[in-house]
């Protein structure tokens, strides 16, 4: 037995089974052996009355929540430019930003400050943007590692349509500096994994699409891009690929649309029928991120639509497209984006509920690390026990009311303990 991931945490414990079953259990056991949940109980089974104690009680605890989709390197500037639209943004914000960390002292100052407020924050998983720079990159993935969070890394692939300041040579070229990215952290790492990152179909050449497709098969990577965000956006890309049936098969002419390989497509905000179809078929997960698609004026994704269909769906802050970590906060605005797209469109798809927010926050999105994000028997044991004194209340409340009123009021950091596979980080 390993100590340092063997414990029983006890307290009010919540968690998802599916997308419209949370469960509660007050005064209840969390019990974790070897990283892994053996499952909660109402009270501690004989077998486990060896097993060291934390007692929480009172304190709300729930799985670890994962991040689907942020840039790491924009952290330093959320909340500026907000007035823009995507495009826009991307050229008078996140590019000249971006372009700094060419400089690796600028790289270790800014990816410091977002790896100690990310690790503080309620979230155990990520999977992050880095930038097309390599020290950079390696810079963030130590950091990274050190936290003990659990996280895919993507040296950004980008040789089109952006400023000569941050943009490689040619497809070739930023194909070569991947393999090289690949080749120098292989095997450094224990807790964070590369992930293929084209930025989006406008940034990426064809022949770089065509050697991402070769070394997804020779290194057997996931992916993560961009899909449908913005009406600008589409447009370019129809033009920039005419032979495209719809933006996700631009993607798919290179075979980089999911299928055998994890794949993350972020936003998904303007869907046509037959793209929603392609990512049903293909098993691409939806990165929804409703408070970037609000500051960008992007839209409001049809999320129910997704989670009736039974698509992999979770959530992400995009930072900075997003201004917040917290996860918890994007359950609350998705549920809010999806309430406010209910009324104003008419077009008879309902709300999203907490439960299924919750669940796209936590299950939903662990989903791509495997069994995460819930705390069924045989679930990797990330959890987080959360500070609730800051919000003090004078009326007794179910410990399903407590989580609710999380989701909408609690801070970035509002975690008093935070496990990853049932080690403790703080
Ligand atoms: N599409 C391509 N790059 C980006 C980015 O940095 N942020 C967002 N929100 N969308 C993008
Ligand atoms: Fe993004």
Redesign the pocket.
């Known amino acids: 037995m390993n100590q340092e991931n063997t414990r029983i945490l006890k307290g009010d414990i919540c968690y998802s089974i599916d997308k419209n079953t949370l469960i509660t259990v007050e005064d209840g056991y969390l019990v974790c052996e070897n990283g892994t949940s053996s499952g909660v109980f109402p009270r501690l089974p004989e077998m486990y009355a060896g097993l060291p104690v934390e007692d929480y009680s009172g304190k709300l605890i729930t799985p670890g929540l994962t991040d689907l989709h942020m840039?790491a390197p924009?952290y330093a500037f959320r909340g500026f430019k907000m007035d823009l639209e995507?495009l826009d943004w991307?050229n008078s914000s996140?590019f000249p930003e971006e372009a700094r960390y060419e400089d690796p002292d600028y790289a270790r100052d800014a990816y410091s400050i977002f790896v100690q407020d990310l690790k503080k924050s309620v979230n155990t998983r990520a999977c992050l943007?880095a930038t097309l720079h390599l020290p950079a990159t390696r810079i963030l993935m130590d950091l990274l590692e050190e936290s003990g969070m659990e996280t895919f890394v993507g040296k950004v692939n980008m040789d089109r349509n952006c400023p000569d300041y941050l943009r490689e040579t040619d497809g070739d070229a930023s194909a070569d500096a991947t393999i090289a990215w690949l080749e120098e952290t292989a095997g450094a790492y224990s807790h964070v994994r590369p992930i293929l990152t084209p930025?989006?179909i406008p940034?990426c050449s064809d022949r770089l699409m065509e050697r991402l497709a070769d070394i997804q098969r020779a290194w057997h990577l996931p992916l993560q891009s961009?899909l449908s965000?913005n009406p600008e956006?589409i447009a370019w890309v129809q033009e920039l690929a005419p032979q495209s049936r719809f933006y996700g098969d631009a993607y798919d002419r290179f075979g980089l649309f999911g299928g055998e390989v994890p794949t993350i497509m972020?936003?998904c905000v303007h869907c046509p029928p037959e793209e929603v179809e392609l990512m049903k078929e293909r098993g691409v997960y939806i990165a929804h991120?409703p408070q970037?698609n609000a500051n960008?004026t992007s839209g409001a994704a049809p999320v129910r639509r997704f989670l009736d269909q039974d698509m992999r769906v979770g959530l992400g802050s995009?930072i900075a497209?997003g201004t917040v970590l917290s996860i918890f906060r994007a359950m609350a605005e998705a549920i809010q984006t999806s309430k406010l797209r209910a009324r104003l469109t008419g077009d008879g798809l309902k709300p999203i509920t907490m439960e299924e927010a919750f669940f796209m926050g936590t299950k939903g999105g662990g989903s791509f690390f495997g069994k995460v994000g819930s705390f069924e028997e045989g679930y990797e044991a990330d959890a987080i026990v959360l500070d609730e004194s800051r919000i003090p209340h004078p009326q007794k409340l179910t410990v399903k009311e407590r989580l609710e009123r999380f989701l909408y009021l609690s801070g970035d950091d509002w975690v008093l303990h935070k496990y990853v596979k049932g080690r403790r980080l703080f």
């Open positions: 840039h924009q995507l991307l996140a943007f930025r989006f940034a961009h965000e956006e972020a936003h991120c970037s960008l995009d497209g």
